[in-house]
T-cell receptor
Framework: NAGVTQTPKFRVLKTGQSMTLLCAQD?????MYWYRQDPGMGLRLIHY???????AKGEVPDGYNVSRLKKQNFLLGLESAAPSQTSVYFC??????????FGPGTRLTVT | DAKTTQPNSMESNEEEPVHLPCNHS???????IHWYRQLPSQGPEYVIH???SNVNNRMASLAIAEDRKSSTLILHRATLRDAAVYYC????????????FGKGTLLTVNP
């Protein structure tokens, strides 16, 4: 099993550009999450999903949108990137919400 | 959400036990105590969780105070691979899929 994979691993955007981060899991997990981690800080929850077709806001949802059209995929979109969105983005999945499995992260820089 | 207090950093020697403390004096009766760790340049990794009783698994033990206002993660024999940031996260039992990561404790393991 590949576990949780994230695409791309690195990306540089200019202010105002848009992009989509893809998270995929092959463990048939119901729950999926997107977090961001700024330097020297803990992770903060952006959005999460408790099942296919559902999404909900986390702690810092502004400036991001998500979709969960297929159970195995959770997409995070930035419609108009801002320098404040420079961060490392982690995706996670879980069968029941207790034990979360994290991906390797996407390092995003917005100039 | 319950507030947590963890030491910013701790040091240990290889093959010695490590006790990582966490204070969560505002924890509610339904909050589980989760521990995750994050190795350098990786996503977080689940370590252990519990509610009231002490818990053991292959990675660590979790000792929870009788009043639940503090807990201690115990690594029985530290290895170099255990060098990481350790996060203590109280999370509501009914919605324990929403984890709030603080800054954690940076554990250094000396050879």
């Amino acid at each position: 099993n590949a576990g949780v994979t994230q695409t791309p691993k690195f990306r540089v955007l200019k202010t105002g550009q848009s992009m989509t981060l893809l998270c995929a899991q092959d463990m048939n997990h119901e729950y999926m999450y997107w977090y961001r981690q700024d330097p020297g800080m803990g992770l903060r929850l952006i959005h999460y999903s408790v099942g296919e077709g559902t999404t909900a806001k986390g702690e810092v949802p502004d400036g991001y949108n998500v979709s969960r059209l297929k159970k195995q995929n959770f997409l995070l979109g930035l419609e108009s990137a801002a320098p404040s969105q420079t961060s490392v983005y982690f995706c996670a999945s879980s069968m029941d919400g207790v034990e979360q499995y994290f991906g390797p992260g996407t390092r995003l820089t917005v100039t | 959400d319950a507030k947590t207090t963890q030491p910013n950093s701790m040091e240990s020697n290889e093959e010695e036990p490590v006790h990582l403390p966490c204070n969560h004096s505002t924890i509610s009766g339904t909050d589980y105590i989760h521990w995750y760790r994050q190795l350098p340049s990786q996503g977080p990794e689940y370590v252990i969780h519990g509610l009231t009783s002490n818990v053991n698994n292959r990675m660590a033990s979790l000792a929870i105070a009788e009043d639940r206002k503090s807990s201690t993660l115990i690594l029985h024999r530290a290895t170099l691979r255990d060098a990481a940031v350790y996060y203590c996260i109280p999370a509501e039992g009914g919605s324990n899929y929403k984890l709030t990561f603080g800054k954690g404790t940076l554990l250094t393991v000396n050879p």
